[in-house]
């Protein structure tokens, strides 16, 4: 069994700044790439960021520049900065282990527009 909890998020003004993190249990032998995906009201889930196990990396082109996805040992983080109105949505981390996707709850980030 995988689990994954992620923390980090809340509400904060445009601009601002927040730090995600996910921290991943269990069995995780074989794990490959992890990532976050966010999903706002009325839209679907997107991609925001993913890094693989060997560390290479892929960005949304929304937020090229200003997120950060970073790895280590059993944690996945995403520094957020220059937040804005749009970037208001539920946060996901994702990992795929052995060609199976495994999520997190989610954490609620909010930037009042």
């Known amino acids: 069994q995988v689990q994954l909890v992620e923390s980090g998020g809340g509400l904060v003004q445009a601009g601002g700044s927040l730090r995600l993190a996910c921290a991943a249990d269990?069995?995780?032998?074989?794990?490959?790439?992890m990532g976050w995906y966010r999903q706002a009201p009325g839209k679907q889930r997107e991609l925001v960021a993913l890094?693989?196990?060997?560390?290479r990396i892929n960005y949304a082109d929304f937020v090229k520049g200003r997120f950060t996805i970073s790895r280590s040992n059993q944690a996945v983080y995403l520094q957020m900065n220059a937040l804005k109105p749009e970037d208001t949505a539920v946060y996901y981390c994702?990992?795929?282990?052995?060609?199976?996707?495994?999520w997190g709850r989610g954490t609620q980030v909010t930037v009042p527009s």
């Open positions: 994702n990992a795929e282990i052995w060609g199976a996707l495994y």
């Open positions: 269990g069995n995780l032998f074989g794990m490959n790439t």
């Open positions: 890094i693989t196990n060997g560390g």
